[in-house]
């Protein structure tokens, strides 16, 4: 009898290897390699190889030029959601929604199928973590005990396409979480990469022929434990990912791909007592826990998606007592903070080897935008100076390596944000080649990051007497 073969996959990445190993050699991770039992390449997700001798049919190629209607949407009415979602579900799509858990993901589904069966649209929840009884109890505390929605608790994926399959399909399905769903057909445990591959699969293909919105939720494990939500986004039309700081009441749903709408848009959500509350109005919240005039602070006119939002970034500059001074940043990229003071350094002559720099970006946002670093120099050359930047003054600006300042996309909209938030100036990129945006704000063009410096330094009180006064 011919031995089975082995396979062993990696939890992380999905790389199948024909032995085991303590590091993947595919993602760099530890520990995430298990054997999965019968996982051959074809079921692993791969297509299925072109074995046989039929001969190909042929199909029918048309011109890119034609009708093509729009996708008709599902409004839930939650707009938030709606938003991120391109407006509204997609009949007929699948959407992955990923995130740490406990975050929120099932909170922030019940309700938007709750005000998406209030619609009139049959909707079905299917929890394969919680039982029945819970997800009635969360929904009591949410205000939606009443709402038309159908639940289900199971994890066995025939039995819940048998049972969707059986009568009218739904206009939209939560599978909460896909970690939790299994398929006969394989062998492994459910969380592993095979049975998370096969069973989105067959939700995906579901949607498509039934034409229902089809929403997975996955959760994000650092540990590799359990296969994260990577190994389903090629197959789904839409990805979203629900981030926050658990400290912190906000909570941020971005679209990282989307097939139907823009991505990078975003959401902004409170967790509150009756569940997650939207907010329409970012940069309001973003803004309004903002200290009286201290340094160190400085305000970025960010876009995120299609929306303007401003939020304050906060950097503190003290002397380390450490061999390698620490360098702590919260909702940016630490190589991008390395890459600024390194600018600093260079071409301003502002040294802080010996220092400790620590970078907030205030309400738990991430901020991916180049156009960030000159807000992040601006809260750096603040602390360092001990001068306030004006508190109505908001700033943005991309800084190349040589210390000059770039030019950055959508300034008029960043600049109306301001505006509209009550802000009197700006401090933005100069540029010979554009003429200046139209506002009513008082604006400081600044070409390279020293101009900046010496514009701070101008007003700063000197350290020296106060370090003087302080022994
Ligand atoms: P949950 O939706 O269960 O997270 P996930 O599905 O992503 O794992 O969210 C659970 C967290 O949300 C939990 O810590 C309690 C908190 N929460 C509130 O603060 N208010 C509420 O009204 C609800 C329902 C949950
Ligand atoms: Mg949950």
Same mark, same amino acid.
């Given at each position: ?16 290897t ?20 019968g ?7 791969g ?6 001798k ?103 994926l ?68 359990i296969?994260?939500p ?19 009441q906000f ?21 509150g007592e009756?569940?997650?509350? $939207?907010?329409?109005?970012?940069? #309001?919240?973003? *803004? @309004? ?7 160190? +602070? !400085?305000?970025? =006119? ?19 007592s ?89 300034? $008029?909209?960043r600049?109306?944000? #301001?505006?509209? *938030? @009550? ?7 100069? +540029? !010979?080649?554009? =003429? ?33 006064g302080?022994?």
């Amino acid at each position: 009898m011919a031995r089975a073969s082995r396979t062993f996959i990696c939890q992380a990445c999905g790389a199948v290897t024909p032995r085991w190993a303590g590091r993947c050699e595919s993602c760099g991770e530890w520990n995430t390699i298990v054997e999965e039992a019968g996982a051959s390449s074809g079921v692993a997700g791969g297509p299925p190889q072109l074995v046989g001798k039929t001969k190909g049919r042929h199909i029918a190629l048309v011109a890119m030029a034609g009708e093509t209607a729009e996708p008709p949407r599902l409004v839930t009415g939650v707009a938030e959601f709606d938003r991120v979602c391109g407006g509204g579900l997609v009949p007929g799509s699948a959407l992955l929604i990923g995130g740490d858990p406990g975050i929120g993901k099932s909170t922030l589904l019940l309700q938007a199928m709750a005000a998406l069966g209030k619609r009139g649209a049959e909707v079905v929840y299917i929890s394969g973590e919680e039982a029945i009884a819970q997800v009635r109890m969360r929904a009591r505390r949410l205000g939606l005990a009443d709402a038309p929605v159908q639940l289900g608790a199971e994890t066995n994926l025939k039995d819940i396409i048998a049972t969707l399959e059986n009568g009218t399909p739904p206009a939209a399905v939560v599978i909460d979480s896909i970690q939790t769903m299994w398929t006969e057909a394989l062998e492994s445990a459910p969380g592993t990469v095979t049975q998370v591959r096969a069973t989105a699969q067959d939700l995906v293909r579901f949607a498509k022929r039934h034409g229902t919105a089809v929403i997975l939720v996955g959760h994000v494990t650092k540990d590799g434990q359990i296969a994260g939500p990577r190994v389903v986004e090629h197959m789904v039309d839409a990805v979203i990912y629900f981030e926050g700081e658990r400290g912190h009441q906000f909570r941020i749903l971005r679209a990282v791909k989307n097939r139907f709408g823009p991505a990078n848009e975003i959401g902004v959500f409170e967790m509150g007592e009756l569940g997650l509350q $939207e907010v329409p109005n970012p940069s #309001a919240l973003f *803004l @309004g826990e903002r200290d009286g005039d201290t340094n160190g +602070s !400085a305000v970025f =006119a960010g876009i995120e998606g299609t929306r303007p939002v401003l939020v304050e970034i906060q950097a503190l500059v003290a002397q380390s007592s450490l061999g390698t001074p620490r360098r702590a940043v919260v909702g940016w990229d630490s190589g991008r903070l390395s890459m600024v003071l390194a600018v600093l350094d260079a071409r301003c002559g502002l040294t802080l080897g010996g220092q400790d720099v620590y970078l907030n970006v205030a309400g738990g946002l991430r901020i991916n935008e180049p156009a960030a670093d000159l807000a992040v120099a601006g809260a750096l050359v603040s602390s360092i100076t001990g001068t306030p930047l004006p508190r109505d003054c908001v700033i943005f600006g991309e800084i190349s390596l040589s210390g000059a300042i770039r030019p950055v996309s959508q300034m $008029e909209a960043r600049l109306k944000e #301001a505006e509209k *938030l @009550g802000f009197k100036r700006a401090i933005l990129p100069a +540029s !010979a080649a554009r =003429a200046r945006p139209a506002t009513g704000l008082d604006v400081t063009e600044i070409s390279d990051l020293a101009g900046l410096v010496a514009k701070l330094a101008a007003g700063s009180k000197p350290r020296t007497r106060e370090r003087a006064g302080e022994i």
